[in-house]
């Protein structure tokens, strides 16, 4: 495996994270790598001025956290990849995007704001602005869980010119029939003991990436690369399923992987273990790719 020295702004890294998100959700931590050295956790704020004038009253100013990989204080000249990674409904752990009903879903809304938007620019250009980042979208990866994995699959699809690597893991679509008493999905899913619920349904596919897929291919086939993952015993291993089929159809290079687990219990091993590896050997570690 190619040494990962990415800059982890909104990433998980090798070390810190795996433990954070153990203690919210159930998920089994992995050892760290042999060797592994620790990172720099940064918090920081980034003002949000798609997220302004929202009618919830949203918070505008986020809180990012960011991991600094070894060497970056001291390779005072170097530049570095960056991968954003969206987290998932009700897991805080990286960008600030939960509302004041939990789930931004990453989407652009008057009503709890533009948080797309604020993904693709605003969080951009503040670390393009203050660190030591490679700015070509092909050093850019973006990846999500759950929420998170909608929101990577959505911004990817729109936003191709801002990043060059995609990861989508478990997308769900939590925000269009959210359930904050039905764990650990916190949704209401399309069926409920074998009968399809229409109100549901309807919500999910007017905003599920299959309906709009058709409508990026071109910005798709921009990728360095694409991957899907999602776990066998998970509630939105179908869609996945169509989503991997879609581009298929399309013959958009991806990669595609029904791994053993559930929607949680498998995510810091996926994000240490896989994720990183695949940006580690996809994205740009150079000033003039493109």
């Known amino acids: 495996m190619r040494k990962t020295t990415l ?18 959700v159930e998920t089994d931590v992995p050892p760290p790598f042999p060797g592994a050295k620790p990172v ?38 170097r530049r570095y990849p960056v991968v954003y990674a969206l987290h998932g409904y009700s897991i805080v752990v990286l960008p600030d995007s939960k509302t004041l009903h939990n789930g931004s879903m990453y989407s652009s809304s008057v009503a709890t704001g533009d948080f797309e938007s604020f993904v693709a620019r605003d969080v951009v250009s503040y670390l393009d602005a203050h660190y030591r ?20 699959s959505r911004i990817g699809m729109r936003h191709a010119d801002m990043f060059g690597g995609l990861y989508v893991m478990s997308a769900t679509a939590a925000a269009w029939s959210p359930n904050p008493k039905n764990p650990p999905l916190y949704l209401d899913l399309p069926t409920k003991d074998g009968v399809p619920q229409p109100d549901v349904l309807a919500k999910w596919a007017a905003n599920a990436p299959l309906a709009f897929v058709d409508q990026y291919v071109a910005s798709l086939r921009r990728y360095r690369a694409i991957a899907i993952d999602v776990g066998d015993q998970d509630g939105t291993r179908v869609d996945a399923g169509k989503l991997h089929d879609a581009l298929d ?33 996809k994205l740009c570690f150079q000033a003039d790719c493109r």
């Open 249 to 281: 159809r399309y013959g958009i290079a991806h990669g595609f992987e029904i791994y053993p687990g559930n929607h949680t219990n498998k995510v810091a091993d996926r994000f240490q273990n896989h994720v990183m590896r695949f940006f580690s050997q």
């Open 40 to 77: 720099t956790v940064e918090r920081i704020q980034i003002h949000g001025t798609a997220l302004e004038g929202n009618l919830e009253g949203n918070a505008v100013d986020r809180d990012v956290i960011g991991f600094l990989p070894p060497g970056y204080a001291s390779e005072t000249s």
């Open 133 to 152: 980042t490679l700015e070509g979208r092909a050093s850019r990866g973006l990846v999500g869980h759950s929420m998170g994995g909608y929101g990577a």
């Open 7 to 24: 800059l982890g702004m909104m990433t998980l890294p090798l070390l810190a994270l795996a433990p954070r998100l153990a203690a919210q």
